[in-house]
């Protein structure tokens, strides 16, 4: 049914800023709750942020909070996590996911029930 395509990923300096752009493919989405996970090399896919379907209520990593922020855009159908003062250990595979529910569970991957295929992000020093 619906589908999500992140962009944005690319090359950045330590210190540097992206932003990672998750575009869904129906209206639904917007009332779902969406996350971002990332994972690299040799790792588990972890939990970096979240929000839910109004936009009002927002939920960070340890390593994400202060210098990632995630957002939506209703009209465009489109959850964005800008991330800042990047970190070589910020360098993986960048996921967005869509959740059904808006009850708070979202640290999980098992919460979720649409992933996209994921954008790359590096990051040199």
């Known amino acids: 049914q619906g589908h999500l395509v992140e962009s944005g990923g690319g090359l950045a300096q330590a210190g540097g800023s992206l932003r990672l752009s998750c575009a869904a493919s129906?209206?639904?989405?917007?009332?779902?709750?969406m996350g971002w996970f990332r994972q690299s090399p040799g790792n588990e896919r972890e939990f970096v942020a979240a929000?839910?379907?109004?936009?009002?209520?927002?939920v960070y990593s340890d390593s994400a909070r202060g210098r990632f922020t995630i957002s939506r855009d209703s009209a465009k159908n489109t959850v964005y996590l800008q991330m800042n003062s990047l970190k070589p250990e910020d360098a993986a595979v960048y996921f967005c996911?869509?959740?059904?529910?808006?009850?708070?569970?979202?640290?999980?991957?098992?919460?979720?029930?649409?992933w996209g295929q994921g954008t790359r992000v590096t990051v040199s020093s």
């Open positions: 996911a869509a959740r059904y529910a808006n009850d708070g569970n979202v640290y999980r991957q098992t919460d979720y029930d649409y």
């Open positions: 129906g209206p639904t989405f917007n009332t779902y709750t």
């Open positions: 929000i839910d379907g109004s936009g009002n209520f927002r």
